[in-house]
């Protein structure tokens, strides 16, 4: 897959809640390794859009590609199995559980009908080390700071193998030390070829991290 290679293609897509009218016709398109601003105002569709990509949300109208098939019906499972993952803004971990639990939630390894949390444990860290994440696959997420269970949100991520990483507002409860850190590692995802929206109210964080911008109004 080349880095023009277009992953995500969204056209004409429309959609309402009510009698509200939340996209008209939008469009979109991610390539392969960039990482790809979406700004606007509030209410003005992004994370609609992006929930539309995710499953979460069914368009109304319009045309969507990933990975140059065309998608519809199309729900969070399908999309997690064609390559596509969220980050949302408010975290979703199981706080009392492990980090690799929390990883392999809902597809656990299993030996002799038991969990293999040998395995899990294992194949988290070997995710966790690739991307130069110290963390600890045994410790439980609810005593990591904030930075750290994004992080792991994103190693769950890599372990589906993402090729679509949508991450919505994800420096808004990070220090600048944590902010650097995060940008690390998002480029070392769009160097392995993984496309990242990237969603942000912070104008001044773009010049540091973007390859291309896209303005909802």
């Not at 990975?67 to 408010?90: C, F, W, Y």
């Not at 559980?97 to 899990?120: H, P, Q, T, W």
């Not at 990483?165 to 070392?188: G, K, N, Q, W, Y």
Request: proline fraction near 2%; hydrophobic fraction near 40%; include cysteine.
């Amino acid at each position: 897959m080349t880095e023009k290679q277009s992953i995500v293609e969204m056209e004409g897509i429309s959609k309402s809640f009510g009698g509200v009218r939340a996209l008209s016709e939008a469009e979109f398109t991610l390539r392969a390794g960039e990482i790809h601003a979406l700004l606007g105002e509030n209410g003005a569709g992004k994370s609609t859009l992006m929930k539309i990509l995710g499953g979460i949300y069914s368009k109304d109208a319009g045309t969507a590609r990933i990975l140059g098939k065309t998608v519809e019906n199309l729900n969070p499972k399908r999309a997690q199995d064609m390559g596509v993952s969220i980050i949302h803004q408010e975290l979703n971990m199981c706080t009392h559980l492990s980090v690799a639990e929390n990883i392999f939630l809902g597809r656990e390894l299993k030996k002799a009908g038991m969990l293999d949390n040998r395995r899990m444990n294992a194949e988290t860290r070997r995710i966790l080390d690739n991307f130069k994440m110290n963390i600890d696959p045994e410790t439980i997420v609810g005593a990591l700071p904030v930075s750290k269970q994004q992080m792991v949100e994103i190693a769950k991520a890599l372990s589906t193998n993402s090729k679509v990483l949508v991450m919505d507002e994800p420096t808004s409860a990070l220090t600048a030390s944590e902010i650097i850190e995060l940008f690390r590692l998002m480029r070392r995802l769009r160097e392995e070829g993984c496309g990242i929206v990237y969603i942000s109210h912070r104008l001044e964080e773009l010049q540091h991290i973007v390859d291309r911008v896209t303005i909802r109004v």
